[in-house]
């Protein structure tokens, strides 16, 4: 596993948010002059879920992993109604003004993607190339009913292999190929072993309290004006052919608007993908290749 640091940033409301930084620049003073490269996970996700693809890439680039609030080494917000994606991006904003990152590469799963597109709105130029995997300015209720339906349920589990047994019964039809190595590498992305011995989902089970809140889910604003804000930068599409949060024609909407985006679909894989597939680590080097 490549090293990395742990650096931390202060939320406007007083929280202690954390994130991974991987060096860059080992090949050369070029690299050194390349844009550091921000991964924004999901929603239930944490800076592991980017462990391998920012592996990978340090050295030749600096990768910045974030915890957002209630995830991973991130503090746990007081108000749960702060789980929310215009708060997600104050912290953001937050994040790079410290680290003094006027532009950079968005790499943004699902939520991290809603993310990229709004940095993207709310600083113009700033994005250098972005990567949107498995997301859209549309959301699919499905999807969303589906998330709502497992979102801070707080199961645990006694052993990582019961862990990886929990994740194979909920998620197979997401990730049909998966052995139970896969299953047991999720497990150790997803979860950690809380003080009582016991394995857990690694975030705050109140992350979910928004979703009950009509229009809590997603950011109230028309997202398509937002996704333009990525049309002066290298874009990739990355969708899972089975997803239910990113549909195969709100994909090609997307590819009307911007003929320049590369669009990568993935067979037998739901939401989301990992990034972590052959396919993607291609399409996700072409894309860095056109940002040198």
Wanted: proline letters at 5%; hydrophobic letters at 45%; glycine letters at 10%.
């Amino acid at each position: 596993m490549a090293q990395f640091e742990t650096g931390s940033w202060t939320s406007r409301d007083g929280l202690t948010l954390r994130y991974r930084d991987y060096a860059g620049g080992a090949d050369g003073a070029d690299a050194a002059q390349r844009p550091a490269i921000l991964c924004l996970h999901g929603l239930t996700r944490n800076a592991r879920d980017f462990e391998q693809l920012a592996g990978r890439l340090a050295g030749q680039w600096r990768v910045i992993c974030p915890d957002m609030r209630g995830r991973g080494e991130s503090d746990y917000a007081r108000d749960p109604m702060t789980y929310n994606p215009a708060q997600y991006l104050d912290d953001l904003e937050q994040l790079l003004a410290q680290l003094g990152l006027v532009r950079f590469v968005a790499i943004g799963t699902s939520l991290g993607g809603l993310l990229t597109m709004l940095l993207a709105a709310s600083g113009g130029g700033r994005i250098a190339g972005a990567v949107l995997n498995d997301v859209g300015p549309v959301v699919e209720e499905a999807g969303l009913a589906r998330i709502r339906d497992y979102v801070g349920s707080g199961r645990s589990f006694e052993t990582w292999m019961h862990a990886a047994r929990g994740l194979k019964d909920t998620n197979a039809a997401i990730y049909p190929d998966y052995t139970l190595e896969d299953w047991l590498r999720m497990a150790k992305r997803l979860m950690v072993v809380n003080d009582a011995g016991r394995i857990v989902f690694d975030y705050d089970m109140k992350i979910g309290e928004p979703f009950e809140i009509p229009g809590g889910a997603t950011p109230a604003v028309d997202l398509w004006p937002l996704f333009d804000g990525l049309a002066s930068a290298p874009l990739l599409l990355v969708r899972g052919e089975a997803s239910d949060i990113l549909s195969a024609e709100t994909a090609a909407m997307m590819a009307a608007r911007n003929p320049a985006m590369a669009h990568l679909v993935l067979p037998r894989i739901g939401h989301a993908p990992t990034l972590d597939e052959p396919a993607s680590i291609a399409a996700i080097d072409t894309l860095l290749a056109q940002v040198g």
